[in-house]
């Protein structure tokens, strides 16, 4: 059975600074990675995933995250937070090899102080 | 871009009551998914559709709940008799047949009363 842990349940920091979000899984079969983001009182939004190829992936709007299959790690990161990046980001992983169930992490608050 | 619509937005019912919790899946997806997530805490899956039957459930899935597709465009929630811990936002979700166009919808708040 697959797992998902993001140790941080909260995540402080000041506007233009960086931001780390870790995301740890485990699964014994290959995997599809997602990060989704939730604003407030809003729906999940699809931030960006790592099916295959690159294990860099990046996001429009400056967040990348990479896949790390030795450290069975997904971290999310951004060189510099907005305002506008305060939201609920989940980590989330499903199986590789079909369209299955999605299992998502119990969430990262990022709050940014001007 | 192609999206899962939800209605409605946001549904009060009072406990007992039966709820029916809608979905259109984008048009040429073929696996469906329902999940939840009660306030302040992290997403559930509920149950995956395909081909008109479902193919996997979790726990949280009992006989009260039931899910339908019942023309080619909508895909459906049914609670039988609503308890307040079903008060929750209710995601649709929906994938084509690799998995690569998963794409949840904007959820339904439901209220418990």
């Known amino acids: 059975a697959q797992s998902v842990t993001q140790l941080d349940s909260q995540v402080p920091v000041f506007e233009e600074a960086p931001v780390e979000l870790r995301c740890n899984y485990s699964?014994?079969?290959?995997?599809?990675l997602f990060w989704y983001v939730q604003y407030p009182n809003q729906g999940l939004q699809l931030l960006l995933k790592?099916?295959?190829?690159?294990?860099l992936v990046e996001s429009i709007n400056g967040f990348e995250a990479e896949f790390n299959k030795s450290q069975t790690s997904f971290h999310l990161r951004k060189p510099s937070v907005h305002i506008s990046d305060t939201a609920e980001y989940f980590c989330?992983?499903?199986?590789?090899?079909?369209?299955?169930?999605?299992?998502f992490g119990s969430g990262t608050r990022l709050s940014i102080r001007p | 871009e192609p999206e899962v619509t939800q209605t409605p937005s946001h549904q009060v019912t009072q406990m007992g009551q039966e709820v029916i919790l809608r979905c259109v899946p984008i048009?040429?997806?073929?696996?469906f998914y329902w999940y939840r997530q009660i306030l302040g805490q992290k997403v559930e899956f509920l149950v995956s559709?395909?081909?008109?039957?479902?193919?996997?459930k979790s726990e949280i899935f009992d006989d009260q709940f039931s899910v339908e597709r019942p023309d080619g465009s909508n895909f459906t929630l049914k609670i039988r008799s609503t308890k307040l811990e079903d008060s929750a936002m209710y995601f649709c979700?929906?994938?084509?047949?690799?998995?690569?166009?998963?794409?949840f919808g904007s959820g339904t708040r439901l209220t418990v009363v």
């Open positions: 979700a929906s994938s084509d047949a690799a998995g690569y166009g998963y794409t």
């Open positions: 699964s014994s079969v290959s995997v599809y």
């Open positions: 790592y099916l295959s190829g690159s294990t």
């Open positions: 989330a992983v499903s199986e590789g090899s079909s369209a299955s169930k999605i299992i």
């Open positions: 048009s040429n997806h073929l696996y």
């Open positions: 559709f395909y081909n008109n039957e479902i193919s996997e």
